[in-house]
């Protein structure tokens, strides 16, 4: 309401122009009654509590209910009004309670006088109260002590500042009164698209400067990789040269020569060094190739160094480029002491929660206008195997660990809110997920513990269904009898299908209406440790633990689409 002052000078202005001397002559002394104080909260809370009650003006603090009444009532809020009674009711109350206090018991009698019949037909809770000044002490009357008391008193202030509080700001507003904040929030864009367009010129030169600069880095660098690649292929033709002999030595032994063999076997282990190569990405990479044969191992030897060469000359020269990632900004956040096994980023991108092996999980919040800093860090006690965060909001955070706890971290509150246990048969909670739509996840847990063995050797599997406003177990999803050990969780956009990945190559696809499981298919020889719906949810992609990746079509179930085998996909899947 602070534009009721600017409003009230523009009525002014127009009955000045329209020479409406006798409407401004009213609109005048109206304003000087003004009952509401121009709808201020805090000049209506000192009217009735510094200046009605006080003053025992009880006509006057009845009149201003009846006028907000009446406002209300045009507004045709029928929640408010009900409580404007009940305050209202209260108030009075604090008025009768007042002059007790002050010894005014004819001022309560003159009160009932005038608004005794009023007060009866309203409610029948006030019967009782036409008996208090007839009674010795009422402040110890037990239907009548706690109007005596000081928290009540502080309780009702309360209660009508926040109540006008909350009308006034919620209150649809007059046109009249909207000329003045339209026209403050014009000129606080006109402010912001001047200060953006000036920030937006800045930036564009300093891009352009940065454009220049690297133009010329990446100019120096190819003249001085073309210069280094010449050297290097000379150095690696001489050590193959070099080589040679050897290698026809491994694959004479490996087609059955055994004298040459035995040869080869009292002879220094053979140590073979690849020259320089030039990557893809325009740098330079040195790479070092050690192969030591014995007797005993020189066929595997000799055909391990074939493989290597193969594969080191597919990934150099005709694996596909990936897109260059440009970063536009880099934030490190330093605290782990063991090394990092798993990170999650929140819905909103805000919160980041990473785990170690040491079985702590520290939680980042990020904010750009202030450094970086640790929001908390939780200590599990085991080592964590997966990590989830609600898809609604940034506050809760799901941890699954080796003993089969499963926690639930409130950011906001910065403690464990619910601590759940997995049954003994199955210790591990392998992975965690959150449905995007209702309040429930979803865990996998398996019979075994993950060790340094394969992840086949994870025994048998567990998918139970948690509400996450009872934290109790709802359902468990059938698997069939002894079913491998699930390893990835996936929901679709809605919630209503969830995919589960197992450690046979298996895909699970499971109706979460129904908790039944709908289909599922052979995707993979090998152990599937990634699962994650495509951008239009007509595919799925997986990742096995051999580096390969399929495209599954959704539409024709078993169908491959595309899919992908690469070395670099192994060392992501194993970190």
Not at 143 to 160: D, G, I, M, P
Not at 201 to 226: I, M, P, V, W, Y
Not at 290 to 307: E, K, N, T, V, W
Not at 550 to 561: A, D
Request: negative net charge; aromatic residues 10%.
């Amino acid at each position: 309401m602070e534009n009721m002052q600017y409003a009230e000078e523009l009525v002014r202005e127009f009955l000045i122009f329209r020479g409406f001397t006798n409407t401004l002559q009213a609109f005048e002394t109206e304003l000087c009654t003004d009952i509401g104080k121009g709808f201020q909260v805090n000049k209506i809370l000192d009217l009735i509590f510094a200046v009605y009650i006080p003053k025992f003006q009880a006509e006057k603090l009845a009149g201003l209910f009846s006028f907000f009444k009446q406002c209300f009532s045009s507004w045709s809020e029928t929640t408010m009004l009900d409580t404007l009674l009940k305050l209202e009711g209260s108030v009075l109350r604090c008025y009768i309670v007042h002059a007790l206090q002050s010894g005014r018991k004819d001022k309560v009698v003159e009160f009932f006088g005038m608004n005794g019949n009023d007060l009866l037909l309203k409610s029948y809770d006030w019967t009782p109260w036409f008996a208090i000044p007839y009674l010795k002490n009422p402040n110890m009357d037990p239907q009548f002590r706690v109007y005596f008391s000081k928290e009540w008193y502080e309780a009702l202030r309360l209660s009508v500042r926040n109540f006008f509080s909350e009308v006034f700001n919620g209150t649809r507003l007059p046109a009249l009164l909207k000329i003045s904040s339209e026209k403050n929030t014009i000129s606080r864009l006109k402010r912001d698209n001047k200060h953006l367009s000036l920030k937006l010129s800045q930036l564009q030169a300093l891009l352009e400067d940065k454009e220049a600069q690297l133009g010329q880095s990446k100019r120096s660098l190819r003249a001085t990789n073309s210069s280094a690649t010449s050297s290097g292929v000379e150095d690696e033709n001489l050590h193959l040269s070099a080589s040679s002999e050897e290698i026809c030595s491994l694959a004479t032994s490996h087609l059955g020569r055994r004298e040459q063999s035995e040869e080869c076997a009292t002879a220094e282990p053979v140590k073979i060094i690849s020259g320089h190569v030039k990557s893809s990405s325009g740098h330079d990479s040195y790479s070092a190739l050690s192969l030591h044969a014995s007797y005993s191992g020189i066929d595997d030897a000799a055909q391990g160094f074939y493989g290597s060469i193969i594969e080191n000359g597919r990934e150099v020269l005709g694996e596909e480029e990936f897109p260059e990632v440009s970063i536009e900004f880099q934030e490190t956040f330093l605290g782990h002491t063991s090394p990092i096994t798993r990170c999650r980023f929140s819905a909103s991108g805000n919160n980041i929660a990473s785990a170690s092996v040491d079985g702590t999980v520290r939680i980042w919040t990020y904010d750009s206008s202030i450094p970086a800093s640790r929001n908390a860090t939780i200590y599990c006690g085991a080592e964590i195997m997966s990590l989830d965060w609600e898809c609604k909001s940034d506050r809760l955070l799901l941890i699954g660990t080796a003993d089969g706890g499963i926690k639930a971290w409130n950011v906001d509150a910065k403690r464990v809110v619910c601590d759940l246990n997995t049954t003994e048969a199955f210790p591990s909670v392998l992975d965690l997920k959150c449905s995007p739509v209702e309040p429930i996840f979803v865990s996998a847990a398996s019979s075994q513990r993950l060790g340094s063995n394969s992840m086949e050797s994870l025994g048998y599997a567990s998918l139970t269904v948690w509400n996450m406003k009872t934290w109790k177990a709802m359902t468990v999803l059938p698997l069939g009898e002894d079913p491998p050990a699930i390893t990835s969780l996936c929901f679709n956009h809605n919630g209503k299908i969830l995919a589960a990945s197992a450690t046979d190559g298996m895909i699970h696809m499971f109706d979460m209406s129904a908790g039944l499981q709908i289909t599922g298919w052979p995707a993979h020889d090998s152990a599937i440790s990634s699962l994650l719906f495509g951008p239009d949810e007509t595919s799925i992609f997986s990742l096995g633990s051999d580096g390969r990746i399929f495209e599954w079509s959704l539409q024709n179930q078993g169908r491959v689409l595309w899919s992908k085998t690469s070395s670099r996909y192994k060392a992501i899947q194993r970190g």
